[in-house]
Structures are given as structure tokens and as C-alpha cells.
């Protein structure tokens, strides 16, 4: 079974940088993408990051050239380098990982990120 474990979330002040992780169980090769999602009170869950096998890369509008998406296959992780951050960017981040030919979806459990004036 996959496991997707997110860590590095916390208070920051509005400005700031904070980059989350998240550690795979499974083999990183087999996920046609990784990303990082997320979900704000009373909000639903969005796309925030998407990193395709092939190295493409999709962000949301509200975080293209604040954000990066990275991954480091040998040591099995995902980042999110989130920099200058915003209020609007408190929210429960959640990892995701996808195989398309098996149809499985794997979530981790979320970090919350929460964006200080």
C-alpha cells in the first residue's frame, strides 16, 4: 500500500517562504504525476501544483511564479517551495500521487499552512 506522508507545514508571517515535503512508500517511477493540492476553510479542494512524469509542471494562477514543484527521486520525495507567501494561502496542503493505466489515486494525510499578517 502507498503511503504519501506531508511534512513542513506551520505559521509563517505574510512575505515569507516555507517548503512542504512529502515522502512516497511506493515507486516514484510508477506515478504518471505527483502535486500538491489544497483546501481552505469552507473551500473546496484545488490544484495548486502538478508535476508530470516527463518533467512538465502545471501550477494554479493564484501562486505561477511564487511556487515550485520538485521532486528528488532518489530519496522518494516531493516538495512545494512556496515563497511570498499570502493570507490567502492558509489552507490544509495535501499531497497527491496518480497511476492512470491502474487508476489509483493516492492522498497523504495534509499540513496545514497557515499565512500570518
Known amino acids: 500500500q502507498v503511503q504519501l506522508v506531508e511534512s513542513g507545514g506551520g505559521l509563517v508571517q505574510a512575505g515569507g517562504s516555507q517548503r512542504l515535503s512529502c515522502a512516497t512508500s511506493?515507486?516514484?517511477?510508477?506515478?504518471?504525476?505527483m502535486a500538491w493540492y489544497r483546501q481552505a476553510p469552507g473551500k473546496q479542494r484545488e490544484l495548486v501544483a502538478l508535476?508530470?512524469?516527463?518533467?512538465?509542471?502545471n501550477y494554479a494562477d493564484s501562486v505561477k511564479g511564487r511556487f515550485t514543484i520538485s521532486r528528488d527521486n532518489a530519496k522518494k520525495m516531493l516538495y512545494l517551495q512556496m515563497n511570498s507567501l499570502k493570507l490567502d494561502d492558509t489552507a490544509v496542503y495535501y499531497c497527491?500521487?496518480?497511476?492512470?493505466?491502474?487508476?489509483?489515486?493516492?492522498w497523504g494525510q495534509g499540513t496545514q499552512v497557515t499565512v500570518s499578517s
Open positions: 497527491n500521487a496518480e497511476i492512470y493505466g491502474a487508476r489509483l489515486e493516492y
Open positions: 508535476l508530470a512524469s516527463g518533467g512538465s509542471t
Open positions: 511506493g515507486n516514484i517511477f510508477s506515478f504518471n504525476h
